[in-house]
């Protein structure tokens, strides 16, 4: 089984500031990893995903997030923020070996990034 | 074009009574799933269904029943609701494969009084 920690709850940060969203996964097989973003009163929409290759993953809104396998971890990243990026932040897990069909995402519990004007 | 689209998108019943929440999509995948999230914004899956076949079914009660009369729909029914079961319900579908991305819809957030 796998599960997925986000280490804050909460990060505020000022609009155009840097931002990182921690997340540490715990698997005892290879994973593919993803990141969602939630705005309010509305589903989630995939920013990223890590299957395979580089580390370092580009996504969409000028998102970016590093596999770090020795870590576990897989933490997201954005240069400078804007105040519509203030949303909740989900990173994800699942094991591409589950039997076919059976593939499910576990979530972590969310990052609220509240940016500030 | 609404990919992945779920009605009502808001439910105010009362404990016992019996519901259910629609979904569609028009993607073309072959898999559907429902997530619950509760107050806290935990996500967690409930249902999946591939080729109109349950394949997960989570450890939830036996009040919940998914139902796909088609590879495009993915209904939820909800008998004797109880106020445990106020939550904001996804539903989601994804091509099959660990791979690939799964698209959410917008929500339904039901409350039980």
């Known amino acids: 089984a796998q599960s997925v920690t986000q280490l804050d709850s909460q990060v505020p940060v000022f609009e155009e500031a840097p931002v990182e969203l921690r997340c540490n996964y715990s698997s005892s097989v290879s994973v593919y990893l993803f990141w969602y973003v939630q705005y309010p009163n509305q589903g989630l929409q995939l920013l990223l995903k890590y299957l395979s290759g580089s580390t370092l993953v580009k996504g969409i809104n000028g998102f970016e997030a590093e596999f770090n396998k020795s870590q576990t971890s897989f933490h997201l990243r954005k240069p400078s923020v804007h105040i519509s990026d203030t949303a909740e932040y989900f990173c994800?897990?699942?094991?591409?070996?589950?039997?076919?069909?059976?593939?499910?995402?576990?979530f972590g519990k969310g990052t609220k990034l509240s940016v500030i004007p | 074009d609404t990919a992945v689209s779920q009605t009502p998108k808001y439910l105010v019943t009362q404990m016992g009574n019996d519901k259910s929440i629609k979904c569609e999509q028009n993607l073309g995948h072959d898999t559907m799933y429902w997530y619950k999230q509760d107050s806290k914004k935990f996500l967690k899956i409930m249902f999946s269904?591939?080729?109109?076949?349950?394949?997960i079914n989570e450890t939830v009660p036996n009040r919940f029943s998914p139902k796909s009369p088609d590879k495009a729909h993915l209904n939820l029914h909800i008998n004797s609701l109880e106020l445990g079961d106020s939550a904001v319900y996804f539903c989601?579908?994804?091509?099959?494969?660990?791979?690939?991305?799964?698209?959410f819809g917008e929500g339904s957030w039901l409350t039980v009084v």
């Open positions: 269904y591939n080729n109109k076949e349950l394949i």
């Open positions: 994800a897990v699942t094991n591409p070996h589950s039997g076919a069909g059976s593939y499910q995402l576990t």
């Open positions: 989601a579908s994804s091509r099959q494969g660990a791979e690939n991305t799964i698209y």
